[in-house]
Nanobody, 122 residues
């Protein structure tokens, strides 16, 4: 499966932004999709994930209550809705896919999109 993330941009503190991850290839519905982010000088960190057909979600504590992940398997798309954004949310956001259950470690994911930059101004 190939992934394409888009929708990043510049937003003010407290604002909202939705980024998308569109997949190409077959059987997208079988994949768990994770979102990760990476800031300059920092390691890539887990943001959240959404399971395949059952669509159960899991979030990092740092974004819980502010970010929401959803998916539409018919459109091969997963969204990351970000609200109450903070400057520390500034990062390149990546979507990734794997089969099987969700994990928070990036090495568990087999397929990666190219990333989209989100910048939150103070």
């Amino acid at each position: 499966v190939q992934l394409q993330a888009s929708g990043g941009g510049l937003v003010q503190t407290g604002g909202s932004l939705r980024v998308s991850c569109v997949a190409s290839g077959r059987a997208f519905s079988v994949y768990t999709v994770g979102w990760f982010r990476q800031s300059p000088g920092k390691e890539r960190e887990f943001v959240g994930s959404i399971a395949s057909n059952h669509a159960a979600t899991y979030y990092a504590d740092s974004v819980k209550g502010r970010f929401t992940i959803s998916r539409d398997n018919a459109k091969n798309t997963v969204w990351l809705q970000m609200s109450s954004l903070k400057p520390e949310d500034t990062a390149v956001y990546y979507c990734a896919a794997k089969t099987g259950p969700a994990y928070i470690t990036s090495i568990s994911y087999n397929y990666w999109g190219q990333g989209t930059l989100v910048t939150v101004s103070s």
